[in-house]
């Protein structure tokens, strides 16, 4: 049985989104993150433009049920980071911040956005 399953009757309580500079990673970092209990995945493509066909991924919208799960899904999306040469923006409520690689100081300032998030409950 899946686990995950029972969890979509959750409430979501936060919403992480992750904007990588190479939009192909999102399926790789999807992957990575849907092993995790209570959070849910969605990549999300940008708007289409003029004259364009299909759209490209904008974002991965990653959301997160109650239990920590925003910390499980922050340190998963660290170690994906670290393992790969990238650059990503990630948003969480109001707050945004930029991670280039292994990045102890932007871990933190993720980590403290996610707790005022999971505090104001978005």
């Given at each position: 049985?899946?686990?995950?399953?029972?969890?979509?009757?959750?409430?979501?309580?936060?919403?992480?989104?992750?904007?990588?500079?190479?939009?192909?990673?999102?399926?790789?970092?999807?992957?990575?993150?849907?092993?995790?209990?209570?959070?849910?995945?969605?990549?999300?493509?940008?708007?289409?433009?003029?004259?364009?066909?299909?759209?490209?991924?904008?974002?991965?919208?990653?959301?997160?049920?109650?239990?920590?799960?925003?910390?499980?899904?922050l340190?998963?999306?660290?170690?994906?980071?670290?393992?790969?040469?990238?650059?990503?923006?990630?948003?969480?409520?109001d707050?945004?911040?930029?991670?280039?690689?292994?990045?102890?100081?932007a871990?933190?300032?993720?980590?403290?956005?996610?707790?005022?998030?999971?505090?104001?409950?978005?």
């Open positions: 049985m899946d686990a995950r399953k029972d969890d979509e009757h959750l409430p979501v309580i936060t919403e992480i989104r992750i904007y990588l500079a190479d939009s192909s990673g999102i399926d790789s970092l999807r992957a990575w993150l849907d092993d995790i209990p209570r959070v849910t995945t969605e990549p999300v493509t940008r708007p289409l433009r003029p004259g364009e066909q299909g759209g490209a991924w904008d974002f991965l919208s990653v959301l997160c049920g109650t239990g920590g799960a925003v910390t499980v899904a340190k998963a999306l660290t170690t994906w980071i670290e393992s790969k040469v990238t650059h990503a923006r990630v948003t969480i409520g707050a945004e911040v930029e991670l280039h690689g292994p990045d102890p100081e871990l933190a300032r993720l980590t403290d956005a996610a707790s005022k998030a999971v505090q104001n409950g978005s």
